[in-house]
């Protein structure tokens, strides 16, 4: 069992849904991070929240709102999403940018 | 444009075997290299890498980084149908922002 939790853990949603990805750490960390892994493709990193700042966002689109309240909370808030966007949505923390990261579970999102 | 590559891409053993998993990197402003075990879903950190030459051991696992070569090998001794996973690469970067570069990972199966 690792210390960051994601709920949903699976979710299917048509294209004009919007709805929202949560994930929470009980580490104590200040960096927190959304990841995407699709079929055969590395992972890729998607947001990047240090100090519940976000510092990097890797030309995401717009569909995808990320939203950091505190240290321990990060959602991600999907709306009118495309098939392509069906995949493993992977939540990770970090004590800071220079620490190893622990990955949640993952949400697993598909796009109807 | 920052670049992790591993090799091989997927490797099937039979238990007891040692097997050396390869990734190679080309990023600018190199911070540590990562490695993960990756099952079902969430990858679990297995080491981080800053140094050159400094060998890094839990258990039958073992990692070390060349930082003239650009290059990580992860080693796994006497393997066991529990090693069975994907195990990814990752490498941080980025003077002032941060990256983090995944590989597409190595699937290694491990046949009793």
């Known amino acids: 069992e690792t210390g960051v939790t994601q709920t949903p853990r699976h979710l299917v949603m048509g294209m004009t849904n919007k709805k929202s990805l949560k994930c929470e750490q009980h580490?104590?960390?200040?960096?927190m991070y959304w990841y995407k892994q699709s079929a055969k493709k590395p992972l890729e990193l998607m947001f990047v929240?240090?100090?519940?700042?976000?510092?990097e966002n890797n030309s995401v689109p717009s569909r995808f709102s990320p939203e950091c309240p505190n240290s321990s909370h990060l959602f991600l808030h999907l709306h009118t999403l495309q098939p392509e966007d069906s995949a493993l949505y992977l939540c990770?923390?970090?004590?800071?940018?220079?620490?190893?990261?622990?990955f949640g579970p993952g949400t697993r999102l598909t796009v109807t | 444009e920052d670049k992790v590559v591993q090799s091989p891409l997927s490797l099937v053993v039979h238990e007891g075997d040692t097997v050396t998993l390869n990734c190679s990197y080309e990023?600018?402003?190199?911070?540590?290299l990562l490695w993960y075990k990756q099952e079902k879903k969430a990858p679990t950190f297995l080491f981080m890498l800053?140094?050159?030459?400094i060998e890094k051991k839990s258990g039958r696992l073992s990692s070390i980084l060349d930082k003239k070569e650009l290059f990580s090998i992860l080693n796994i001794t006497a393997t066991q149908t529990g090693d069975s996973a994907v195990y990814l690469c990752?490498?941080?970067?980025?003077?002032?922002?941060?990256?983090?570069?995944f590989g597409k990972g190595t699937k290694l199966s491990v046949i009793p």
């Open positions: 580490l104590g960390h200040n960096a």
């Open positions: 800053t140094s050159s030459g």
């Open positions: 929240y240090n100090f519940k700042e976000q510092t």
């Open positions: 990770a923390s970090s004590q800071g940018s220079e620490f190893e990261q622990y």
């Open positions: 990023v600018t402003n190199f911070r540590s």
């Open positions: 990752a490498v941080e970067s980025g003077a002032g922002s941060y990256q983090l570069t």
